[in-house]
């Protein structure tokens, strides 16, 4: 059975670098979604991509955040200057263009800001 | 604005008793409702949406818009049962692109 898939499992980088956080949805999806879950909170909706732009963001999802598909299989997050508040495990998710689609969610990628 | 309460964060019981991990909501709209689950060290999964009605390893869910709530049941936990579970509110109107909404979670033991 298809799978969304993220790399790397688990980023450590050091304040103000930039990181960028890779997924690869299922393939004949059109729908993609970022999520974060700082440890100890709830999943918190990130930003939401349709045919090729942003459709919806969250207050979260400021400047320092951007989210690009570069070659119709990846689907990337960037954090330009991370901070220490942006250590949490981020979730990609994917789903097909029916109206009432199921969300398929990938393993996470663990970030840790020091 | 839509929210998604789930008021135990755990909850343990034994094997074989009946478990209903409780969830409500806020919204001002058409809502979807659905439960998630995540087992240990596996990814988040669709475990039942209200608008199925059907019966996902023993458990249920019945949308009651009156209470505004999505209570998961089961009858009889199993041991395999233990895992966090979410519920999650999606916009069921025209101009949503699907992003749902998450409680806090509940994480469910069930001991021997």
């Known amino acids: 059975e298809p799978e969304v898939t993220q790399t790397p499992s688990h980023q450590v980088t050091q304040m103000g670098q930039e990181v960028i956080l890779r997924c690869v949805p299922i393939s004949n999806h059109l729908y993609f979604y970022w999520y974060r879950q700082i440890l100890g909170q709830k999943v918190e909706f990130l930003v939401s991509f349709y045919n090729n732009e942003i459709s919806e963001k969250s207050e979260i999802f400021d400047d320092q955040f951007s989210v690009e598909r570069p070659d119709g299989s990846n689907f990337t997050l960037k954090i330009r200057s991370t901070k220490l508040e942006d250590s949490a495990m981020y979730f990609c998710?994917?789903?097909?263009?029916?109206?009432?689609?199921?969300?398929?969610f990938g393993p996470g990628t663990r970030l840790t800001v020091t | 604005a839509q929210r998604v309460t789930q008021p135990e964060k755990l909850l343990s019981v034994f094997k074989g008793a009946p478990v209903e991990l409780k969830c409500n909501y806020s919204y001002s709209g058409s809502p979807e409702l659905f439960w998630y689950v995540q087992y240990s060290r596996q990814r988040l999964q669709l475990l039942l949406r209200?608008?199925s009605r059907e019966s996902i390893k023993g458990f249920t869910a019945d949308l009651n818009k009156g209470e505004t709530s999505f209570h998961l049941k089961k009858p009889f936990a199993q041991e395999e049962d233990s895992a966090m579970y979410y519920c999650a509110l999606r916009n069921a109107g025209g101009t949503s692109y699907g992003k749902l909404t998450f409680g806090q979670g509940t994480i469910l033991t069930v001991h021997p």
């Open positions: 209200h608008i």
């Open positions: 998710a994917s789903r097909p263009g029916l109206a009432r689609g199921e969300q398929y």
